[in-house]
Nanobody, 123 residues
Framework: QVQLVESGGGLVQAGGSLTLSCAASGSIFSINAMGWYRQAPGKQRDLVATITSGGSTNYADSLKGRFTISRNNAKNTVFLQMNSLKPEDTAVYYC?????????????????WGQGTLVTVSS
């Protein structure tokens, strides 16, 4: 199995910045992509950004230019730098993992989610 531990959420004023981190651990064989999704109260979970092992990124159109995703492959960690935060960015942010766990001969295609970290942006 794969465990995801998120950190970095909190309360910030509008216009401020936060950086979220997510570290993956466990029986990781390979990582296809990691990323961030968010869910505001009463709304569905939406894509924020993803990054592949090769460094290709994908962002929600509305967040391009304000949010930046990056990763440290050696530490199986993904980061989300959030700038110029707005009250509408308030949500629980979830880390996502897509890859393989196990070992050669017993690989398992796996998608995992973190427990979520709350980001609150005050006006």
């Amino acid at each position: 199995q794969v465990q995801l531990v998120e950190s970095g959420g909190g309360l910030v004023q509008a216009g401020g910045s936060l950086t979220l981190s997510c570290a993956a651990s466990g029986s990781i064989f390979s990582i296809n992509a990691m990323g961030w999704y968010r869910q505001a109260p009463g709304k569905q979970r939406d894509l924020v950004a993803t990054i592949t092992s090769g460094g290709s990124t994908n962002y929600a159109d509305s967040l391009k230019g304000r949010f930046t995703i990056s990763r440290n492959n050696a530490k199986n960690t993904v980061f989300l730098q959030m700038n110029s935060l707005k009250p509408e960015d308030t949500a629980v942010y979830y880390c996502n993992f897509r890859g393989y766990s196990g070992y050669v001969g017993a690989l398992k295609n796996l998608e995992a989610w973190g427990q979520g970290t709350l980001v609150t942006v005050s006006s």
